[in-house]
């Protein structure tokens, strides 16, 4: 299976910026898309950012011109960062990464962080 370990979350004011780390291990033969989700209280969960192996990344509107997502292929490793953060950011946010193990090709989820933006 795949283990993914999140990092970096926590409390920052607003404008302030975060730098969220995940680390996938495991029985991978090979990590596909991965990326970010985020969940607020009372909300469902909702895609945030991507990134395929060759770099093309892709964002939510909500997102956009504030974080950027980047990934290290050699590492297996996802991050996001971050910028001029405002309250609605704050929610728990969950890596994920479509990897192809013996069992086949599928999601796998992060534990979660949690990220707090104070106004």
């Known amino acids: 299976q795949v283990q993914l370990v999140e990092s970096g979350g926590g409390l920052v004011q607003a404008g302030g910026s975060l730098r969220l780390s995940c680390a996938a291990s495991?029985?991978?033969?090979?990590?596909?898309?991965m990326g970010w989700y985020r969940q607020a209280p009372g909300q469902q969960r909702e895609f945030v950012a991507s990134?395929?192996?060759?770099?093309?990344?892709n964002y939510a509107d909500s997102g956009k011109g504030r974080f950027t997502v980047s990934s290290d292929n050699a590492k297996n490793t996802v991050s996001l960062q971050m910028n001029s953060l405002r309250p609605e950011d704050t929610a728990v946010y969950y890596c994920?990464?479509?990897?192809?193990?013996?069992?086949?090709?599928?999601?796998?989820w992060g534990q979660g962080t949690q990220v707090t933006v104070s106004s």
């Open positions: 990134i395929t192996p060759g770099g093309w990344a």
């Open positions: 495991g029985s991978i033969f090979s990590l596909n898309l």
């Open positions: 994920t990464a479509d990897a192809s193990t013996t069992g086949g090709t599928r999601r796998f």
